[in-house]
């Protein structure tokens, strides 16, 4: 791990501090965490954003919607054809723990697939800026509203651990009604490591031929460290967040702890995976993804996973600053892993 990365790990010297200002951490801890709840659950799963902020003024009335993506890539300054009404199919996957609410566009006689992820408080058709050059290349794609978001089902985010669940469907859902040759996970953000995590534990892991993992986080419990003390509340997360991701697992009823890419990444590393990460990434540090590929090129008996970490770029907006760039080297990999 990256000394940065460190940082946001207990130490010798963090637990007797811990111990001997137990009482002041734990009620900072409880006060701290309430907000850092509402921050994290506080977003639409769909309809539009409320507040007095400009920002969310501009979002068009209707979020979830072709034109909610038009706006998106206008306002990260994309300048590509996107999709038309007449090439998308939205339609809802039943399935028992719920509806998963899905988008795809077939390309005739084409037997490669290509699954984009949004990130959190996005949805499916936001992710469509990230398989449009797919679709172009030849690819089917489909995109789909992540665990509590959209029109999927689930009420607590949990940032893509129960999204997991809804891949394994989605994969038996294409394999079922298509001839299937490859299947590629390109995702940002939340869904980049849930691409990560996909090919680490899910039932169709072995189905998956590549992933694309951009800025993405490594672990969540360092994650939600590193957010805390760099950007919501500039205090040393030691001091603030003892038991969150206890909490969390209470509110979402899944075991936060397992949310470990890198220690994954030690038993499972037959996926190649290409990672992008913009050093000017605050949201989540582009560190992350250096650790995981480090770990796992460690692990391949042979190079098959890459990283590319350009100067510059905020969270998500490596697809919009290194545009041509960003399309060429996702292709490339995705077409030699096929």
């Known amino acids: 791990m990256s000394n940065n990365m460190k940082r946001y790990k207990y130490n010798i010297l963090r637990v007797l501090l811990t111990i001997l200002l ?17 921050f994290c659950y506080t977003y639409p799963k769909f309809g539009r ?19 909610y993506h038009y706006w998106d890539l206008k306002k990260m300054n994309i300048k590509i054809n996107s999709f038309q009404k007449n090439e998308l199919v939205e339609f809802s996957l039943e399935t028992k723990k719920g509806t998963i609410s899905c988008l795809k566009a077939q390309v005739n006689n084409s037997n490669k697939w290509a699954i984009g992820l949004h990130g959190w408080t996005e949805d499916k058709y936001l992710a469509l800026r990230l398989v449009r050059h797919y679709y172009e290349n030849g690819y089917n794609i489909l995109t789909f509203d992540a665990y509590a978001h959209g029109k ?11 999204s997991i669940e809804m891949i394994d469907e989605i994969i038996n859902f294409i394999s079922k009604e298509n001839e299937v040759k ?18 680490q534990t899910g039932k169709y892991k072995n189905k998956i031929n590549w992933v694309i993992s951009d800025c993405g986080f490594s672990n969540i419990k360092l994650q939600y460290r590193y957010y805390i003390q760099n950007n919501l509340f500039k205090k040393p997360w030691w001091l603030i967040s003892l038991g969150f991701i206890k909490k ?18 030690k038993l499972n590393s037959t996926t190649p995976i290409l990672f992008v990460h913009g050093k000017g990434d605050s949201f989540i540090s582009y560190e992350m993804s ?6 796992k090129i460690k692990k391949e008996t042979s190079i098959l996973s890459d990283l590319w970490t350009p100067d510059g770029s905020k ?5 919009s600053d290194y545009h041509k760039e960003y399309l060429e080297r996702t292709l490339v990999f995705s077409k030699s892993n096929n």
């Open 152 to 162: 999927s089902y689930g009420k607590f985010t949990d940032i893509g651990y129960s």
């Open 182 to 199: 490859s299947i590629g996970l390109i995702g940002n953000s939340m869904g980049a490591s849930t691409s990560v995590f996909y090919s």
């Open 315 to 319: 969270h998500v907006y490596l697809i």
């Open 290 to 295: 250096l650790d995981l590929y480090n770990y």
């Open 49 to 67: 954003y409320e507040g007095n902020n400009e920002y969310y003024k501009q979002i068009p009335t209707d979020t979830n919607t072709l034109e």
């Open 248 to 265: 969390f697992s209470k509110i979402t009823k899944t075991n936060q702890n397992k949310y470990n890419l890198l220690k994954l990444m």
């Open 22 to 38: 137990l009482p002041y951490i734990l009620i900072k801890s409880n006060k701290y965490f309430k907000s850092f709840k509402d």
